[in-house]
């Protein structure tokens, strides 16, 4: 059962601080998407790559947040330094060219 | 840029059908989607359909495409309590989907 991975669940920490979040997209797609998701913004686009390559990340505060694909199985977004308004639901989604996007379970982003 | 837009709220009964709307701008887009996510989920495909395509139907799932009028919709049949969640409709555009706000479906008892 081929499934988009996050890892960490959940992160709790404090302003300033350094976070980084993983993904591993399904085996065979070219396409990885960070979406940030929170109440008062709803869903929104911070960069995307096609293999491997970042195609667009006008959606990512460009002072803080850095997005990376190291391989093809592993795609990262890190917030140096992180600020409170960073809390937020995290997703990643991987599709096979311009098909649908698979979603992953989100990392839950909380800076205090 | 493309405008993509859902009723934030639709309040339903048990057993009823459930109706979600979404209106578009831009035409351009060939496969249009429906997601769902559920509290404290990831977004999981439902369904999508095809632009030259008028009607898809997959068990209690008829998605309609109305391209005249710019206008997709989801209806949901029989609405059973599992079916509580935010529905978001989604259009394909290079590469990227441009996401609507979502639909929270609301089940009444």
């Known amino acids: 059962d081929a499934r988009v991975t996050q890892t960490p669940r959940h992160k709790v920490t404090e302003m300033g601080q350094e976070v980084t979040m993983r993904c591993q997209p399904i085996?065979?797609?070219?396409?990885v998407f960070w979406y940030r998701q929170t109440m008062m913004q709803g869903l929104e686009l911070l960069a995307y790559?096609?293999?491997?390559?970042?195609?667009?990340d006008s959606g990512m505060p460009k002072d803080r947040f850095s997005a990376e694909m190291p391989d093809a199985t592993l795609a990262t977004l890190k917030i140096q330094p992180s600020e409170p308004r960073d809390s937020a639901v995290y997703f990643c989604?991987?599709?096979?060219?311009?098909?649908?996007?698979?979603f992953g379970p989100g990392t839950r982003l909380t800076v205090t | 840029g493309e405008d993509v837009e859902q009723s934030l709220f639709l309040s339903v009964r048990e057993g009823d059908s459930s109706v979600i709307n979404c209106t578009y701008t831009?035409?351009?887009?060939?496969?249009l989607y429906w997601y769902k996510q559920e509290p404290g989920a990831g977004l999981q495909l439902l369904t999508y359909?095809?632009?030259n395509m008028d009607m898809k139907q997959d068990q209690r799932l008829t998605v309609l495409l109305n391209k005249k009028d710019k206008h997709l919709s989801l209806r949901i049949a029989d609405t059973q309590t599992g079916d509580s969640a935010i529905y978001f409709c989604?259009?394909?555009?290079?590469?990227?989907?441009?996401w609507g706000a979502g639909t929270k479906l609301i089940i009444k008892p």
């Open positions: 989604a991987s599709a096979s060219g311009r098909y649908e996007q698979y």
């Open positions: 085996l065979g797609h070219n396409t």
């Open positions: 790559f096609r293999n491997r390559a970042p195609l667009d």
């Open positions: 831009d035409s351009s887009s060939t496969y």
């Open positions: 359909i095809f632009s």
């Open positions: 989604a259009l394909d555009r290079n590469y990227q989907l441009i």
